[in-house]
């Protein structure tokens, strides 16, 4: 499959900061999604861009698909102990599967 | 509308035993994903399935098998189980129509089978 680079690699922070994480491919894709995964529970769609360009946010969190095709990032704003758990970012070129990178685990002290 | 339904959620098995997981994908999702999840190497993927049929496929070896069912369920078998098998097997379904088709192609995940290897 196509590698995904997601970084950081984990990231801890104080409540009420902004988190910035990237996913960069080697490969051009139509599809990038952003998962949350708490423990013992499987990964929960946060957001899905379709267009190179597109900024979409849901609530907190914003994401944006890059111009190039090949890089997605995901912003959370003022971030509260609930955020806390496995971001990981997913891509698809049309007629393959969905690829994940390793993820970003986020830690939020209050 | 309920989710995505994986049996069992837990289990133990010995090297060299076989093991069944099963998925039950969202009313309606035709398209069964499956993937293996472990601390050092992330989500890995498995297979596809969609109407029955497999659509693509993970560089898994062969003892990592799967089928679907007209009902859309859909069940993996791994063979010879090795140490290394353990991980959490995450199945997810979506509304691909068609491969590369339409659809949103969004992935439901359910909440896993923790499968161990002693």
């Known amino acids: 499959g196509q590698q995904l680079n997601q970084s950081p690699q984990s990231m801890f922070i104080q409540e009420g900061e902004d988190v910035s994480m990237n996913c960069t491919s080697s490969s051009i894709f139509n599809t990038w999604l952003w998962y949350k995964q708490d423990p013992g529970e499987g990964p929960v769609l946060l957001i899905a861009l379709y267009k190179a360009g597109e900024l979409t946010s849901n609530g907190r969190l914003t994401a944006q698909f890059g111009i190039t095709r090949k890089d997605s990032f995901l912003n959370i704003s003022a971030s509260i102990p609930s955020d806390v758990g496995i971001y990981f970012c997913a891509g698809r070129r049309s007629g393959y599967a969905l690829n994940f990178g390793k993820g970003t685990s986020l830690l939020v002290t209050p | 509308k309920a989710g995505v339904t994986q049996t069992p959620r837990y289990l133990i098995k010995t090297r060299g035993q076989q093991v069944t997981l099963s998925c039950s994908p969202i009313?309606?999702?035709?398209?069964v994903s499956w993937y293996q999840q472990t601390p050092g190497q992330g989500l890995q993927f498995l297979f596809e399935?969609?109407?029955?049929?497999?659509?693509n496929k993970g560089n898994f070896p062969g003892r990592f098998s799967g089928r679907q069912f007209s009902n859309s369920r859909s069940e993996m078998n791994v063979s010879t189980l090795e140490l290394g098998d353990s991980a959490l097997y995450l199945c997810a379904s979506s509304d691909r129509r068609e491969s590369g088709g339409l659809g949103t192609g969004e992935l439901f995940f359910g909440e896993g089978s923790r499968l161990t290897v002693l």
């Open positions: 009313s309606g999702h035709r398209s």
């Open positions: 399935y969609f109407s029955e049929t497999q659509r």
